[in-house]
């Protein structure tokens, strides 16, 4: 694979991890501190260092600052652990805390070892406490690419795509990362991906496209068709 298409995977990458991150976010901006989700009641918190733990993770998240979000948002967590999207927040900082925006391992190794032992931690809580959530299966799979395990990703991937009911966005992400692994099978998954996006979006030209020349490269007889469509 060459090196031009290489760093345009890199940036349909993290522009979309961006948009997660960003999304959640702004939610998280306008949720106020509730204990709907027997969180402690209201006399036995401290609701002002709440509010201010969160304003807080939101400053240092807009600023990428993602590890000091982090530290931020595992206070929070204690406070209040029962709120889905602390612990969703906090798994997006983590995880970007040891991406390479977030660090330079390279110089930071020790640093960086103690962000993905963290990132891991809450990842991992995530997927316990919600297996069907997108978010987190999308966090997995940049675990996963720390390890050079390419079908992990694309599992991981794949079940975002699944339970996101066929966006886009998670499709186009199986078949990048399929085609890094250098592996016919997955590069044969990354394909249906495709396949599967161009169903729900038929109108989105450079799922199109990329399907037209896996489909050449693959010598199918569908590609024809996918001409058409463009």
């Known amino acids: ?29 306008g949720k106020p501190i509730g204990f709907e989700n027997g969180d402690k009641p209201h006399e036995t918190l401290d609701v002002a260092r709440s509010v201010e733990l969160k304003n807080d993770a939101i400053a240092l998240m807009e600023n990428w600052q993602f590890d000091l979000a982090t530290e931020k948002l595992s206070e929070l967590e204690t406070l209040l652990p029962n709120e889905p999207l602390v612990r969703r927040n906090r798994a997006i900082a983590a995880v970007l805390a040891v991406s390479p925006e977030g660090i330079d391992k390279s110089r ?26 997108p978010i987190a299966h999308l966090l997995a799979a940049r675990l996963a690419e720390h390890q050079g395990d390419s079908r992990k990703v694309v599992d991981h991937l794949e079940k975002a795509a699944q339970f996101s009911k066929g966006v886009a966005a998670f499709e186009a992400e199986v078949f990048l990362a399929a085609q890094l692994g250098q592996d016919p099978e997955l590069d044969a998954r990354g394909t249906a991906a495709l396949k599967r996006a161009a169903k729900s979006n038929p109108d989105n030209l450079w799922v199109l496209s990329e399907l037209m020349v896996a489909q050449v490269a693959g010598k199918e007889m569908d590609s024809k068709e996918t001409v058409a469509r463009m």
Do not use: D
């Open 108 to 133: 930071e190794r020790e640093a960086y070892e103690r962000g993905y032992t963290r990132a891991v931690e809450a990842v991992e809580k995530l997927l316990t406490a919600e297996p069907e959530l």
């Open 1 to 29: 694979m060459s090196v031009e298409r290489k760093s345009r995977m890199g940036h349909w990458v993290l522009i979309g991890f961006v948009v997660v991150a960003i999304a959640a976010f702004v939610v998280f901006r």
